[in-house]
T-cell receptor
Framework: DTGVSQNPRHKITKRGQNVTFRCDPISEHNRLYWYRQTLGQGPEFLTYFQNEAQLEKSRLLSDRFSAERPKGSFSTLEIQRTEQGDSAMYLC??????????????FGSGTRLTVV | DQQVKQNSPSLSVQEGRISILNCDYTNSMFDYFLWYKKYPAEGPTFLIS?????DKNEDGRFTVFLNKSAKHLSLHIVPSQPGDSAVYFCAASGSGTASKLTFGTGTRLQVTL
């Protein structure tokens, strides 16, 4: 078990370009979450999956954002037509359903996106 | 609408002393509260949690206290160690939310020698 892995660690992109991030959760975890963290703020919930089903999306998640978790394993988060306001740390976390409240999620190290 | 608030952005404590980090919340539907620690360039790491049916939970040097009537919780670290220097986030989740967490803005703890 190598924990939650996120790639890339850093991404610099020009405004208007599309970017995709990948998250590999802990293999036996059926829940996967995406959060976004900006400077001086705590992580903000974006979306979560139970197995391959995307069960909730935050209203923070505009139409330019899409997430997938094919086959209930890894997940991708795509941002289309990036804007400077998308610059943030994107965090992925995983857990077993029913366990997160007592034992917390396991977070990855995040992908830092800079839109120039 | 900041439902979870950490009003102290930073705290400095001497090694060996007690560190007390505070957190307030506004949503009475929250029923689990968690503390995470974050080092630079790493994701948050789970520390300790407490259910709303309890008022105290202890794990080694870390104790979380919950005062539901005041909608306030605190994390006590005794004794504080230099390795505890990090940003601490308070988070809360409500029943039926699939453990979706609402985080505070964090408190940076510095433990000095």
């Amino acid at each position: 078990d190598t924990g939650v892995s996120q790639n890339p660690r850093h991404k610099i992109t020009k405004r208007g370009q599309n970017v995709t991030f990948r998250c590999d959760p802990i293999s036996e975890h059926n829940r996967l979450y995406w959060y976004r963290q900006t400077l001086g703020q705590g992580p903000e919930f974006l979306t979560y999956f139970q197995n391959e089903a995307q069960l909730e999306k935050s209203r923070l998640l505009s139409d330019r954002f899409s997430a997938e978790r094919p086959k209930g394993s890894f997940s991708t988060l795509e941002i289309q037509r990036t804007e400077q306001g998308d610059s943030a740390m994107y965090l992925c976390a995983s857990s077993l359903s029913g366990g997160a409240n007592n034992y917390g999620y396991t977070f990855g190290s995040g992908t830092r996106l800079t839109v120039v | 609408d900041q439902q979870v608030k950490q009003n102290s952005p930073s705290l400095s404590v001497q090694e060996g002393r007690i560190s007390i980090l505070n957190c307030d919340y506004t949503n009475s539907m929250f029923d689990y509260f968690l503390w995470y620690k974050k080092y630079p360039a790493e994701g948050p790491t789970f520390l300790i949690s407490i259910s709303s049916i309890k008022d105290k939970n202890e794990d080694g040097r870390f104790t979380v206290f919950l005062n539901k009537s005041a909608k306030h919780l605190s994390l006590h670290i005794v004794p504080s160690q230099p390795g505890d220097s990090a940003v601490y986030f308070c988070a809360a989740s409500g029943s039926g939310t699939a453990s979706k967490l609402t985080f505070g803005t964090g408190t940076r703890l510095q433990v000095t020698l």
